[in-house]
């Protein structure tokens, strides 16, 4: 089976290096794909689900965007944030949600864009945890 070479790097740590058969993103346009022998391109990556397949397994990771840069045989995604789904907490992620939800039906002032978008990754998170 071909394959080709994944990272996935935050601002902090290399997460994963290794080869891959194929990659699943979650880009600004919409879920995008990669197999081996895919174009050069950059791709803006939007908060959502990263799936990694190789050796007839999957594993999965919630990220909340970054870019993908795909060169030759290596796909270098550089993300803000990234989890595996068996290192998610759910109880952590369930909070982090309530929070959210809270912020949001508060008469206080705050800033409906970052509560709507906190809630959007505690759900992307619960969801990507359960897989």
Same mark, same amino acid.
């Given at each position: 089976?071909?394959?080709?070479?994944?990272?996935?790097?935050?601002?902090?740590? +290399?997460?994963?290096?290794?080869? +891959?058969?194929? !990659?699943?993103?979650?880009? !600004? $346009?919409? &879920?995008?794909?990669?197999?081996?022998?895919?174009?050069?391109? &950059?791709?803006?990556? $939007?908060?959502?689900?990263?799936?990694?397949?190789?050796?007839?397994? $999957?594993?999965?990771?919630?990220?909340?965007?970054?870019?993908?840069?795909?060169?030759?045989?290596?796909?270098?995604?550089? +993300? *803000?944030? +990234? *989890?595996?789904?068996?290192?998610?907490?759910?109880?952590?992620? *369930?909070?982090?949600?309530?929070?959210?939800?809270?912020? &949001?039906?508060?008469?206080?002032?705050? $800033?409906?864009?970052?509560?709507?978008? =906190?809630?959007?990754? =505690?759900?992307?998170?619960?969801?990507?945890?359960?897989?």
């Amino acid at each position: 089976m071909k394959t080709f070479d994944l990272e996935i790097v935050t601002p902090t740590q +290399v997460i994963k290096k290794e080869s +891959v058969s194929y !990659l699943r993103c979650p880009g !600004l $346009d919409g &879920l995008f794909g990669v197999l081996p022998g895919h174009r050069s391109a &950059l791709i803006a990556l $939007d908060l959502g689900e990263i799936k990694v397949s190789q050796n007839n397994s $999957d594993t999965f990771y919630a990220t909340s965007g970054g870019f993908a840069e795909i060169n030759n045989s290596k796909v270098e995604l550089l +993300v *803000e944030t +990234v *989890e595996e789904a068996n290192d998610i907490d759910k109880k952590r992620a *369930e909070a982090s949600m309530e929070r959210a939800k809270d912020r &949001l039906r508060s008469k206080e002032k705050i $800033d409906p864009k970052r509560a709507e978008l =906190a809630l959007a990754r =505690a759900i992307n998170r619960l969801s990507i945890s359960r897989k």
